[in-house]
């Protein structure tokens, strides 16, 4: 509820817009069954959520200001340590909190505030380090194939070629619109023709490449 409160009465004052509209819309959208059973489970999304709206809070709290406190900056940093605990797959976007966390260095010019903020990135990159790590094989490999299947294949008009691209036997483009979990798979996500020309060939550079170079 205070990441909400905050996100919108920051939207609202750099926007004059009234905090009735904003505040309205979300009620209507995170105010749904489906959301309030999600928040009140376990999985891990529900915490990811949450943590990432404190967050977001906290980062435009810090940018607002012309000299930002250290209190705030380390609820930033701690919300964003949860967020990155929260879901093993919120380790990669520890990049992005590290990049974010370098803009801010440059806000103030104290040694004190540098030292702390310097302090975090060690912190935060150690951290999604371990949180990466740990990431079990099946997981890697059900977002690798996913990756393919459910992203780059999903909306293509020449599977094959998006494969050869990929650097991938243009076979593995039949796997368009499957996913891991299929009870009736085309063939195996754990055979070892997956693991050797799937698994072993699959690079994210390439996945980010062909993002910027279809964009």
Request: with cysteine; charged share 15%.
């Amino acid at each position: 509820l205070y990441s909400f409160y905050s996100i919108l009465t920051q939207l609202t004052q750099s926007t004059n817009v009234p905090v009735v509209l904003p505040a309205f819309l979300s009620l209507i959208v995170f105010g749904d069954v489906g959301y309030l059973a999600y928040f009140n489970s376990f999985y891990g999304e529900a915490a990811s959520l949450v943590f990432m709206m404190l967050m977001i809070s906290f980062a435009f709290k810090i940018v607002q200001c012309k000299k930002p406190s250290i209190i705030v900056f380390l609820l930033f940093v701690l919300s964003s340590f949860f967020f990155v605990g929260a879901k093993q797959q919120n380790s990669p976007i520890g990049i992005f909190i590290i990049l974010l966390c370098i803009r801010f260095m440059f806000f103030r010019k104290d040694i004190k505030w540098r030292v702390i903020v310097l302090t975090s990135i060690a912190v935060i990159l150690i951290w999604s380090t371990l949180i990466y790590i740990s990431i079990s094989s099946e997981i890697k490999h059900i977002n690798q194939y996913h990756a393919i299947s459910r992203g780059i294949l999903l909306g293509s008009k020449n599977p094959e070629k998006d494969m050869e691209e990929l650097g991938m036997d243009k076979k593995f483009s039949l796997l368009k619109g499957t996913t891991y979990y299929d009870s009736y798979a085309l063939i195996d996500p754990e055979s070892e023709l997956m693991q050797k020309e799937f698994y072993e060939k699959f690079s994210y550079i390439k996945i980010i490449k062909y993002y910027i170079m279809h964009f």
